[in-house]
């Protein structure tokens, strides 16, 4: 075991947890809120985190909390709900990722040393019941904005961005996978923007929990079921 969130919990819900590697060679391991609201704005509480280590488990001393009596060393940035997605930028190499919100409020962030992305105090969604969460209010000073965020939630899961050869069309589109909604989105960006967006695969009926690019320069899918799919897809020829 090279790391483990603390304090453990018992809850069944909201575990994150995504794995990418950034170009160094250290681990990015995303952490949910496990339905613990309090814990998430806490710098000594692994719940609601990104965190940051090496390869051995060992803390980068330039983590943005190193030194610190109040935080655990290993947190990159925090204020996170249940990010399910994340994947480096192929230009800047910055992590980007996905994150759950609850009835709205579903969040495309880049996840920044240090940085608080607001939950549960602030959010572009509401409760599961219609009432407000944390201040009812969609920003605040002090905590970041989505670069994008969905309303109704879309459950956005396993996201990549498209680097291949194959479809040109795509090149440096971000493709998430969606739960709730059941489909693939393409999110056409322009340097940290997002300009557009299209909805893909909406008839397939699946709940896509991962997306990858293969060296082969399609997407691969991963469905979320008892009886779950490999799916490869690509772009269609026009006529």
């Known amino acids: 075991m090279i790391f483990r969130q603390e304090p453990k919990l018992d809850a069944g819900q909201h ?38 280590i090496e390869r051995d488990g060992g803390i980068p001393a330039d983590n943005p909390f190193v030194g610190r009596d109040d935080a655990i ?33 579903d969040e495309l962030n880049i996840a920044r040393a240090g940085l608080n992305y607001g939950w549960p105090v602030i959010t572009h969604g509401v409760n599961y019941n219609g009432q407000p969460i944390g201040t009812g209010q969609a920003e605040a000073p002090g905590m970041e904005q989505p670069i994008h965020h969905w309303t109704p939630s879309i459950a956005p899961s396993g996201m990549a961005f498209y680097t291949a050869d194959r479809f040109p069309a795509w090149e ?48 691969y899918l991963l469905t979320d079921a008892a009886n779950g799919k490999l799916l490869r897809v690509g772009l269609k020829a026009k006529p």
């Open 172 to 219: 440096g589109d971000l493709f998430v996978g969606a739960l709730a909604f059941q489909r693939v989105v393409r999110l056409e960006l322009q340097g940290d923007k997002v300009v557009g967006e299209e909805a893909l695969l909406t008839d397939l009926g699946e709940r896509i929990r991962d997306v990858r690019v293969g060296p082969d320069g399609y997407l």
């Open 73 to 105: 060393a290993a947190i990159w940035s925090y204020g996170h709900r249940n990010a399910q997605g994340a994947a480096l930028h192929p230009g800047s190499g910055e992590l980007w990722q996905t994150e759950h919100g609850a009835r709205g409020g």
């Open 15 to 52: 575990f994150g947890s995504r794995l990418v590697f950034d170009r160094e060679g250290r681990l990015y391991v995303t952490s949910g809120d496990r339905g613990n609201w309090d814990n998430v704005q806490r710098l000594d509480r692994g719940q609601g985190k990104i965190f940051r």
